[in-house]
C-alpha cells in the first residue's frame, strides 16, 4: 500500500488509512503454495489412486508448513502457525493481571513495574527521595528515570513511542457514562465552549471519572497534579512509617478484568489524599 | 464465528477409520498398507514437480510371456512392499540383481563379435527390462541401480543414430530416474546435452516426447537445473515441440516449458515470448476441448504473465484473456481450473489494461467473468475460494463502475459468508475485496473518499466481527488492514455510529498492540485509540 502523507485535520494522526490498490504477487509467493500442491496431486492422482485418507494427511501437512510466524509481543518468539489459536498463546503468556487493580499485562515483566509504580508506597518514597525508580518500559534497555513524565519522554525519544502513549491509563469509561456525555455533548456547540468545557470538566473529573487522560494537560491541571503529589507524598512518609501488612488490602474491588472501577492505576497513598480534600462524592458506577 | 482452520476430512473418511470390514477387501488393505508404510518419502514424492512415467504412450511390442513375468514381479514387490519399508524395498530389488541387467547390457554392446540384429534386439530388450524395473512401483529402485552404474550405460544408449527403440528406452529409464529426489535428479547431467538434441525436429515424436519428459523433470528439481538446461538451449526446441499436433506431445511439451518457466527469474518467461509461432500455439491449444492439454498449457500462461510485461501485454492483444474466461465459466475440472483462475488472476494484477480496456462493465466479457468467479467462490475447494477471492479484490480496486458491479452481485452474500466462516487465507483476501469495495479509487497523495452505501451496508450485515478478528490475528498484514477498516468504520459511518459499533469489541483488539514490537503497527492502534476514543471521550458528572 501506497504512504500516504495528509495535511488534511482528519488525519492529523498520520494513519495510513485504507488505499483500494492492485496486489500482484510472484509466482513463487507462498500465495501460490496450496494450488501448486494441488496441481501435483491431481496429476499424480490418476496413478496413484489416492485415498481420502492420504488426501486429508497430505492437507494436513501442507497447512501447517505454511507459514510460521513469531509471536509479535515484544521479546516472546514464540512461533506459531497459522493454525495455531494466537488467542490461546497470547491467554496463557501474555495476560498477566495486578491482585489488586486486575489490570492486565501482557508481560510479567511489566506487571511487576505496574505493580512498583502504582501499589507500593516504598517506590514512591523513593522517588520522593530522589532516586530513579521508573524503569524504561522496554526491555533490556536499562534506563531509568526519576519521574514518570521522563520515563515517558524517554519512551518517546530514544524508543519512539507515539507521544500519546501513556503507561498510566485510567480505564474506559463504561456505556452509560459514554452515551450521558454524547447525549450532553449533542446540545452543545463543540467550538464554543470546547476548551472552557474541557478545563472545567477535567479538573471535576480528575478525581471523579475513569476515561483516558488527554494528550494535552492545561497548565491548572499540571499545577494542580504537581500539588497534589507534594502533598500526598507527605502522607506518604507518614504512612511508611506506619506500614504494617494491613495496608496492602485493595483499596477498591474490582469486577472482571479489565474494567476497574475506582482509581486503579493511582497510587492508593495519593488517591487517600485526594478524598480528604474533595467534598464532591466520587462518582459511582 | 467458525473457525475452520483445519480441513475437516469428509464423512467417507470418518466411516472408513471406524467401521469394521465387513466384506475382506485384499487390494484396498494392501494399498492402505502400502500407504502407511511407503508414509513421507511418498508424501513427498507426489507432491513434488516431477512425473514418473508408468506406461507407454507409444507403441509397446510385448510378448505375452513376458508379461506374465511382469504380473509375477508385481506380486513379488507388493508383497516386499506391504511388509517392509522403503528401504528394505530398494534392496529386494536387490542391486545385484540390476548390477546383472547392466553388465549384461554393457557386455551386449561393447563386445564387438557379437554383432548383428540379434544382438541389437537382446540390448534393447534388456534395456526394456530395466526400463519395467524403472517404472513399477511409486517408488522405484532408483539408488540400488545408479549405485551400479546405470547412468554411463544410458548416456551410452542415447549416442547419435541409434536405433530408436534403444533411444526410447534409454529416455524412459532416464525419466523415471530424473522424478525422484534432488541427488538422483542431479545424476542426470550427463546425460542432459543428449536428451536436447532428441527433440529435434528430425526425432521421431515419441522419441522427442520421451526426452521432453525427462527434461521436464529435471527442470522441476530447481532453479539451478534450470538455468543449466536454458544454457544448454533446451528451451527452442521443447517451444517447438509444443507447436505439435499431437494432443499428447504438445500436453507433454507444455508441461516440461512449465516447470522450465518457474524462475523465479523471468529470463525464460521473456525469452518464450519472443519465439515465433508460441502465442499462435497457445491460442490454438486454448481452444481445444481437451482438458489435460488445455491444462497444461493454462500453467505455461500462469508463468508467462507471472513473469514478464512483455507477455501480459502480447496474450493479452490475442484475446487470450477471452479464452480463459470462457474456460473459467464452463468447465468444471479442478485441475484445469486452478491455471486458468490463476492465468486471469495475474493477468488482471499485472497492470490496469485488463480492468480498464478489456473488462469493461457491460461487457459479455467481464460478466462471465464474474459468474466464473462466483462459481469459484461457492467451490468446496480451498484454493479455488482464495484465488477467486484475490481477483476479485483487485477487480474491486478498480473504477466505481467495477465496485457497484461486484457490490450488487451475487458473490456479496458469498463474500460476507467467507469472511465470517472461512479458513484464514480466504478471510484475509476476501477483506480485501470487501475493504475495496468501500473506497473510492485515489488521487495521488489524496486520502479516498469513503463509499458510504456501501460501508452501511457491509456493516449491516454483520461484517465487522470479521474484521475485529483479523485484527487479532498473528500475521501483520492482516492485523494491518483489520485496523484501517476500523478507521474507515470510524470516519465514515454516519452519525458517530462508527465509535459505538468499534467500541463493543473493537478497543479490546486494538489495545492489545500496545506492547507490540512493530512500531508501525502500534501507532496506528494508539492513534485510532487516541483520536476516537482519547480526549472528548467519556466524561462524567
Same mark, same amino acid.
Given at each position: 500500500?501506497?504512504?500516504?502523507?495528509?495535511?488534511?485535520?482528519?488525519s492529523?494522526?498520520?494513519?495510513?488509512?485504507?488505499?483500494?490498490?492492485?496486489?500482484?504477487?510472484?509466482?513463487?509467493?507462498?500465495?501460490?503454495?496450496?494450488?501448486?500442491?494441488?496441481?501435483?496431486?491431481?496429476a499424480?492422482?490418476?496413478?496413484?489412486?489416492?485415498t481420502?485418507?492420504?488426501?486429508?494427511?497430505?492437507? %494436513?501437512?501442507?497447512?501447517?508448513?505454511?507459514?510460521?510466524?513469531?509471536?509479535?509481543? +515484544?521479546?516472546?518468539?514464540a512461533?506459531?502457525?497459522?493454525?495455531?489459536?494466537?488467542?490461546?498463546?497470547?491467554?496463557?503468556?501474555?495476560?498477566?493481571?495486578?491482585?489488586?487493580?486486575?489490570?492486565?499485562?501482557?508481560t510479567?515483566?511489566?506487571l511487576?513495574?505496574?505493580?512498583?509504580? +502504582?501499589?507500593?508506597?516504598?517506590?514512591?518514597?523513593?522517588?520522593?527521595?530522589?532516586?530513579?525508580?521508573?524503569?524504561?518500559?522496554?526491555?533490556?534497555?536499562?534506563?531509568?528515570? %526519576?519521574?514518570?513524565?521522563?520515563?515517558?519522554?524517554?519512551?518517546?525519544?530514544?524508543?519512539?513511542?507515539?507521544?500519546?502513549?501513556?503507561?498510566?491509563?485510567?480505564?474506559?469509561?463504561?456505556?452509560?457514562?459514554?452515551?450521558?456525555?454524547?447525549?450532553?455533548?449533542?446540545?452543545?456547540?463543540?467550538?464554543?465552549?470546547?476548551d472552557?468545557?474541557?478545563?472545567?470538566?477535567?479538573?471535576?473529573?480528575?478525581? +471523579?471519572?475513569?476515561?483516558?487522560?488527554?494528550?494535552?494537560?492545561?497548565?491548572?491541571?499540571?499545577?494542580?497534579?504537581?500539588?497534589e503529589?507534594?502533598?500526598?507524598?507527605?502522607?506518604?512518609?507518614?504512612?511508611?512509617?506506619?506500614?504494617?501488612?494491613?495496608?496492602?488490602?485493595p483499596?477498591?474491588?474490582?469486577?472482571?478484568?479489565?474494567?476497574?472501577?475506582?482509581?486503579?492505576?493511582?497510587?492508593?497513598?495519593?488517591?487517600? +489524599?485526594?478524598?480528604?480534600?474533595?467534598?464532591?462524592?466520587?462518582?459511582?458506577? | 464465528?467458525?473457525?475452520?482452520?483445519?480441513?475437516?476430512?469428509?464423512?467417507?473418511?470418518?466411516?472408513?477409520?471406524?467401521?469394521?470390514?465387513?466384506?475382506?477387501?485384499t487390494?484396498?488393505?494392501?494399498?492402505?498398507?502400502?500407504?502407511?508404510?511407503?508414509?513421507?518419502?511418498?508424501?513427498?514424492?507426489?507432491?513434488?514437480?516431477?512425473?514418473?512415467?508408468?506406461?507407454?504412450?507409444?507403441?509397446?511390442?510385448?510378448?505375452?510371456?513376458?508379461?506374465?513375468?511382469?504380473?509375477?514381479?508385481?506380486?513379488?514387490?507388493?508383497?516386499?512392499?506391504?511388509?517392509?519399508?522403503?528401504?528394505?524395498?530398494?534392496?529386494?530389488?536387490?542391486?545385484?540383481?540390476?548390477?546383472?541387467f547392466?553388465?549384461?547390457?554393457?557386455?551386449?554392446?561393447?563386445n564387438?563379435n557379437?554383432?548383428?540384429?540379434?544382438a541389437?534386439?537382446?540390448?534393447?530388450?534388456?534395456l526394456?527390462?530395466?526400463?519395467?524395473?524403472?517404472?513399477?512401483?511409486?517408488?522405484?529402485?532408483?539408488?540400488?541401480?545408479?549405485?551400479?552404474?546405470?547412468?554411463?550405460?544410458?548416456?551410452?544408449?542415447?549416442?547419435?543414430?541409434?536405433?530408436?527403440?534403444?533411444?526410447?528406452?534409454?529416455?524412459?529409464?532416464?525419466?523415471?530416474?530424473?522424478?525422484?529426489?534432488?541427488?538422483e535428479?542431479?545424476?542426470?547431467?550427463?546425460?542432459?546435452?543428449?536428451?536436447?538434441?532428441?527433440?529435434?525436429?528430425?526425432?521421431?515424436?515419441?522419441?522427442?516426447?520421451?526426452?521432453?519428459?525427462?527434461l521436464g523433470?529435471?527442470a522441476?528439481?530447481?532453479?539451478?537445473?534450470?538455468?543449466?538446461?536454458?544454457?544448454?538451449?533446451?528451451?527452442?526446441?521443447?517451444?517447438?515441440?509444443?507447436?505439435?499436433?499431437?494432443?499428447?506431445?504438445?500436453?507433454?511439451?507444455?508441461?516440461?516449458?512449465?516447470?522450465?518457466?518457474?524462475?523465479?527469474?523471468?529470463?525464460?518467461?521473456?525469452?518464450?515470448?519472443?519465439?515465433?509461432?508460441?502465442?499462435?500455439?497457445?491460442?490454438?491449444?486454448?481452444?481445444k476441448e481437451?482438458?489435460?492439454?488445455?491444462?497444461?498449457?493454462?500453467?505455461?500462461?500462469?508463468?508467462?504473465?507471472?513473469?514478464?510485461?512483455?507477455?501480459?501485454?502480447?496474450?493479452?492483444?490475442?484475446d487470450?484473456?477471452q479464452? #480463459?474466461?470462457?474456460?473459467?465459466a464452463?468447465?468444471?475440472?479442478?485441475?484445469?481450473l486452478?491455471?486458468?483462475?490463476?492465468?486471469?488472476?495475474?493477468l488482471?494484477a499485472?497492470?490496469?489494461?485488463?480492468?480498464?480496456?478489456?473488462?469493461?462493465?457491460?461487457?459479455?466479457?467481464?460478466?462471465?467473468? #464474474?459468474?466464473?468467479?462466483?462459481?469459484?467462490?461457492?467451490?468446496?475447494?480451498?484454493?479455488?475460494?482464495k484465488?477467486?477471492?484475490?481477483? #476479485?479484490?483487485?477487480?474491486?480496486?478498480?473504477?466505481?463502475?467495477?465496485?457497484?458491479?461486484?457490490?450488487?452481485?451475487?458473490?456479496?452474500?458469498?463474500?460476507?459468508h467467507?469472511?465470517?466462516?472461512?479458513?484464514?487465507?480466504?478471510?484475509?483476501?476476501?477483506?480485501?475485496?470487501?475493504?475495496?469495495?468501500?473506497v473510492?479509487?485515489?488521487?495521488?497523495?489524496?486520502?479516498?473518499?469513503?463509499?458510504v452505501?456501501?460501508?452501511?451496508?457491509?456493516?449491516?450485515?454483520?461484517?465487522?466481527?470479521?474484521?475485529?478478528?483479523?485484527?487479532?490475528?498473528?500475521?501483520?498484514?492482516?492485523?494491518? #488492514?483489520?485496523?484501517?477498516?476500523?478507521?474507515?468504520?470510524?470516519?465514515?459511518?454516519?452519525?458517530?455510529?462508527?465509535?459505538?459499533?468499534?467500541?463493543?469489541?473493537?478497543?479490546d483488539?486494538?489495545?492489545?498492540?500496545?506492547?507490540h514490537?512493530?512500531?508501525?503497527?502500534?501507532?496506528?492502534?494508539?492513534?485510532?485509540?487516541?483520536?476516537?476514543?482519547?480526549?472528548?471521550?467519556?466524561?462524567?458528572?
Amino acid at each position: 500500500m501506497e504512504i500516504q502523507s495528509n495535511g488534511e485535520e482528519g488525519s492529523s494522526i498520520g494513519f495510513r488509512g485504507w488505499i483500494a490498490c492492485r496486489r500482484r504477487f510472484k509466482p513463487d509467493d507462498s500465495f501460490f503454495a496450496a494450488g501448486n500442491i494441488e496441481r501435483e496431486l491431481l496429476a499424480k492422482q490418476v496413478a496413484l489412486d489416492l485415498t481420502e485418507d492420504e488426501r486429508y494427511q497430505l492437507q %494436513k501437512m501442507e497447512i501447517a508448513e505454511a507459514q510460521l510466524v513469531f509471536c509479535p509481543i +515484544a521479546g516472546c518468539a514464540a512461533r506459531l502457525n497459522f493454525l495455531e489459536d494466537f488467542e490461546d498463546h497470547y491467554h496463557t503468556r501474555h495476560t498477566a493481571s495486578c491482585s489488586v487493580c486486575s489490570r492486565v499485562f501482557p508481560t510479567s515483566r511489566l506487571l511487576n513495574i505496574h505493580v512498583s509504580e +502504582a501499589h507500593d508506597s516504598f517506590f514512591q518514597a523513593k522517588v520522593s527521595r530522589g532516586f530513579p525508580m521508573y524503569e524504561c518500559l522496554v526491555d533490556g534497555c536499562g534506563v531509568k528515570l %526519576k519521574s514518570y513524565k521522563s520515563r515517558q519522554q524517554h519512551l518517546v525519544d530514544k524508543h519512539k513511542f507515539p507521544t500519546s502513549f501513556e503507561f498510566y491509563k485510567k480505564a474506559r469509561p463504561s456505556k452509560h457514562q459514554r452515551h450521558r456525555y454524547q447525549r450532553r455533548h449533542a446540545s452543545h456547540s463543540k467550538e464554543a465552549s470546547k476548551d472552557t468545557d474541557m478545563e472545567i470538566d477535567t479538573t471535576k473529573s480528575k478525581r +471523579a471519572s475513569q476515561k483516558y487522560r488527554p494528550r494535552k494537560l492545561t497548565n491548572t491541571k499540571q499545577r494542580e497534579t504537581e500539588m497534589e503529589v507534594e502533598e500526598s507524598v507527605n502522607d506518604l512518609i507518614a504512612a511508611v512509617s506506619k506500614l504494617s501488612t494491613s495496608d496492602s488490602s485493595p483499596s477498591s474491588i474490582s469486577f472482571g478484568h479489565r474494567h476497574a472501577r475506582g482509581f486503579a492505576f493511582v497510587p492508593r497513598s495519593i488517591r487517600q +489524599a485526594n478524598r480528604k480534600q474533595v467534598s464532591q462524592p466520587e462518582a459511582k458506577e | 464465528m467458525a473457525d475452520d482452520d483445519v480441513p475437516q476430512p469428509s464423512s467417507q473418511y470418518r466411516r472408513e477409520a471406524f467401521k469394521a470390514s465387513a466384506v475382506h477387501n485384499t487390494s484396498a488393505q494392501r494399498r492402505r498398507q502400502l500407504a502407511v508404510a511407503v508414509g513421507k518419502e511418498k508424501r513427498e514424492a507426489l507432491i513434488r514437480a516431477k512425473r514418473l512415467c508408468r506406461e507407454a504412450f507409444f507403441e509397446d511390442n510385448e510378448v505375452s510371456l513376458e508379461r506374465d513375468m511382469d504380473t509375477d514381479e508385481e506380486k513379488t514387490i507388493l508383497d516386499a512392499q506391504t511388509s517392509q519399508t522403503v528401504d528394505d524395498l530398494k534392496s529386494a530389488l536387490t542391486y545385484h540383481f540390476l548390477l546383472a541387467f547392466i553388465n549384461l547390457i554393457g557386455l551386449v554392446y561393447f563386445n564387438q563379435n557379437i554383432s548383428g540384429k540379434g544382438a541389437t534386439q537382446k540390448k534393447v530388450e534388456t534395456l526394456r527390462e530395466l526400463r519395467r524395473l524403472l517404472s513399477k512401483s511409486e517408488v522405484p529402485p532408483v539408488k540400488a541401480a545408479l549405485q551400479a552404474g546405470v547412468i554411463p550405460l544410458l548416456v551410452q544408449c542415447l549416442a547419435f543414430g541409434s536405433p530408436d527403440e534403444q533411444l526410447l528406452e534409454a529416455a524412459w529409464c532416464l525419466t523415471n530416474i530424473a522424478a525422484g529426489d534432488p541427488e538422483e535428479t542431479k545424476s542426470l547431467m550427463p546425460a542432459l546435452p543428449l536428451l536436447v538434441a532428441h527433440i529435434g525436429e528430425k526425432s521421431l515424436v515419441a522419441i522427442a516426447e520421451q526426452c521432453a519428459w525427462a527434461l521436464g523433470n529435471v527442470a522441476g528439481e530447481g532453479e539451478e537445473l534450470r538455468n543449466i538446461l536454458l544454457a544448454q538451449g533446451a528451451l527452442l526446441p521443447l517451444a517447438r515441440l509444443m507447436m505439435s499436433d499431437k494432443g499428447s506431445t504438445a500436453r507433454t511439451a507444455a508441461w516440461a516449458l512449465s516447470n522450465l518457466l518457474k524462475g523465479p527469474h523471468p529470463k525464460a518467461a521473456s525469452e518464450l515470448i519472443k519465439i515465433k509461432g508460441v502465442i499462435d500455439a497457445i491460442v490454438q491449444h486454448l481452444r481445444k476441448e481437451d482438458d489435460e492439454l488445455v491444462t497444461e498449457v493454462a500453467w505455461v500462461v500462469v508463468y508467462l504473465s507471472a513473469l514478464s510485461e512483455v507477455a501480459v501485454g502480447l496474450l493479452l492483444k490475442n484475446d487470450v484473456a477471452q479464452l #480463459l474466461v470462457g474456460k473459467l465459466a464452463a468447465s468444471e475440472s479442478l485441475q484445469l481450473l486452478i491455471p486458468v483462475l490463476r492465468s486471469l488472476g495475474n493477468l488482471v494484477a499485472a497492470d490496469g489494461y485488463m480492468t480498464d480496456k478489456i473488462l469493461i462493465v457491460g461487457y459479455n466479457i467481464t460478466e462471465q467473468l #464474474l459468474s466464473g468467479l462466483i462459481k469459484c467462490l461457492k467451490n468446496e475447494h480451498r484454493v479455488l475460494k482464495k484465488e477467486a477471492a484475490w481477483v #476479485l479484490s483487485n477487480i474491486a480496486a478498480g473504477s466505481i463502475k467495477h465496485k457497484e458491479l461486484i457490490y450488487s452481485s451475487e458473490a456479496m452474500p458469498l463474500l460476507i459468508h467467507l469472511l465470517l466462516n472461512a479458513t484464514f487465507d480466504i478471510r484475509k483476501e476476501v477483506a480485501y475485496t470487501l475493504g475495496n469495495l468501500c473506497v473510492a479509487p485515489s488521487k495521488d497523495l489524496e486520502q479516498p473518499s469513503i463509499i458510504v452505501h456501501h460501508l452501511v451496508s457491509l456493516i449491516e450485515h454483520g461484517c465487522l466481527p470479521g474484521f475485529v478478528h483479523l485484527v487479532r490475528s498473528v500475521d501483520i498484514q492482516s492485523a494491518r #488492514l483489520g485496523l484501517q477498516f476500523l478507521e474507515l468504520v470510524m470516519r465514515g459511518m454516519p452519525n458517530g455510529e462508527g465509535l459505538k459499533l468499534v467500541e463493543e469489541d473493537g478497543i479490546d483488539a486494538m489495545e492489545r498492540f500496545q506492547f507490540h514490537e512493530n512500531e508501525e503497527i502500534r501507532n496506528m492502534a494508539n492513534g485510532l485509540i487516541d483520536k476516537y476514543f482519547g480526549e472528548d471521550y467519556g466524561l462524567d458528572e
